[in-house]
């Protein structure tokens, strides 16, 4: 369930074949075999790269191909080497052979590259053939294919944000309109019975990780409702997004609500309510009331937290909170 998975396909560059030619020049009586070699196929490399953190750009993009090596042409002259390509993939990627099963590599760190297609060797050109017996040798090599192979990609997913809220705060509904997750929603405490993930892309194609957890409740700490044992899931993650229901059917004080959750975490784990925060107002569309609002974004600033409101209904405020999300994990010396 936190796994993310994918099946790509990639095809090393053939070798160029070898040329048949031999010398005609004008004046030169017999000329010899002049055929050159062809060019080796590009390599596919799989390098792991710090820019990613989830699969998904290789769903829109799942065939990685190498440039073939070129021919080789008369007068001895070699076909040039195909280029090779790199394919980025984020550190912790396993990659299997889908057809065998069987473990490739394991990315462990930024940098790692590890070729998963060699490309095809050039074949010889008749030149090479050439001996002081057999002085004009019509043998020539076309080029090997490169290699193809079908992968499948897995990575352990590491949420990299967490939503924490009351049950109904609208986690599982942000959820579902920022990322392809699709879990259960309802208008009832408790829905979200386990943790959902959902990889979230932002403007500018980096993407990231948030984890939907159950919501909490005053003595979750104590087991109540589903307690705070679901908080493991979101402790290594970088950034907690806070929300809370402004709207009058919660029937709650949006204040009061936020400082239950706090110290529910800080009874968890000091370090979790410590963690980089954004407060998020819920269900704009449905508060009347703005001193609700105001009265949470008071509350956050003296926190010194920032502060957004949004809904999910409209989409108000969406494209905003996933920028700011982004600005806090991809930060210039952030990780
Ligand atoms: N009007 C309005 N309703 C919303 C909005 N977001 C969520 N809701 C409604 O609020 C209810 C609860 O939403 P969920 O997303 O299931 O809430 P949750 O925080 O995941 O709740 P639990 O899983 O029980 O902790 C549902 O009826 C949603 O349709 C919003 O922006 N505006
Ligand atoms: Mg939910």
Not at 325 to 331: G, S, T, Y
Request: glycine residues 12%; charged residues 25%.
């Amino acid at each position: 369930m936190f796994i993310d998975e994918v099946r790509i396909l990639v095809k090393a560059g053939d070798g160029g074949n070898g040329c048949l030619a031999f010398r005609r020049e004008k004046y030169v009586p017999r000329g010899g075999p002049s055929g050159g070699d062809g060019g080796r196929g590009g390599d596919v490399v799989m390098v792991a790269s710090d820019h990613y953190n989830t699969l998904l750009h290789f769903r829109f993009n799942p065939e990685h191909k190498a440039e073939r090596g070129r021919h080789g042409e008369g007068s001895n002259k070699t076909g040039r080497d195909g280029a090779s390509i790199e394919v980025p993939t984020p550190v912790g990627t396993m990659v299997y052979d889908a057809e065998s099963g069987g473990l490739l590599h394991d990315f462990t760190a930024a940098g790692d590259r590890f070729v998963v297609a060699h490309g095809g060797r050039g074949g010889r050109g008749n030149a090479r053939f050439a001996t002081s017996t057999h002085q004009a040798p019509t043998e020539h090599e076309p080029g090997k294919p490169g290699q193809e192979r079908r992968l499948r990609l897995e990575l352990k997913l590491l949420a990299d944000v967490g939503l924490v809220g009351f049950p109904n705060a609208g986690k599982s509904t942000l959820i579902s309109r920022i990322s392809a997750a699709r879990p259960k929603i309802a208008d009832y405490p408790f829905t979200t019975l386990e943790p959902n993930l959902g990889v979230v892309s932002t403007r500018d194609d980096r993407t990231f990780v948030v984890a939907d957890i159950p919501g909490l409740i005053e003595g979750a700490h104590e087991g109540h409702g589903l307690g705070t044992q679901f908080l493991k899931h979101i402790e290594r993650t970088r950034l907690l997004l806070h929300l809370v229901d402004v709207s009058e059917a919660s029937g709650r004080d949006p204040v009061r609500d936020f400082d239950v959750v706090m110290s529910e975490l800080a009874s968890f784990s000091e370090d979790l309510a410590k963690k980089p925060m954004i407060v998020v107002a819920t269900k704009l569309d449905a508060a009347q009331d703005p001193e609700r609002i105001a009265a949470l974004e008071h509350h956050a600033a003296g926190l010194h937290l920032p502060f957004l409101e949004i809904s999910s209904v409209t989409g108000e405020g969406l494209p905003a909170l996933i920028d700011a999300i982004a600005a806090q994990l991809f930060a210039p010396g952030s990780k």
